[in-house]
């Protein structure tokens, strides 16, 4: 599936960030399924590999006990979105796929969220 509808991961800006001087070493970011982080041999986790986070996702983040790992803000992302159209674009590949209801029947209001 399209998610990026040909815009390439590269230009967007989602990937995590950590404060060290937060960090209580708990571990919770080494469970990222993506293996966005890795421990440094300085003893602190670092992100080893931010284009491989999932766009949109914050669960390290949000389990993360020191509260030491941040996100660009989320209206950012919602903002690529919107001027690159990738809501739309996926949107057509969903109705191709068979996943959501044809176009003919898209509400209005999806519409000018979407598209403004």
Known sequence: M???AGVKREEIKWYPS???DKCVKCGMCM??????????DD???FVANPLVCVV???TCANLCLGQAINFPPLNELKDFYR???????V?????EAGKVP???HKNKDLEEITES
């Open 2 to 4: 399209p998610w990026f």
């Open 18 to 20: 950590i404060d060290v």
């Open 31 to 40: 469970n990222c399924g993506k293996n966005v982080f890795e421990w440094g």
């Open 43 to 45: 003893g602190k986790p």
């Open 56 to 58: 949109g996702c914050t």
């Open 83 to 89: 001027h690159k159209r990738i809501w739309t674009a």
């Open 91 to 95: 949107r057509h590949k969903l109705v």
């Open 102 to 104: 044809s176009l003919e």
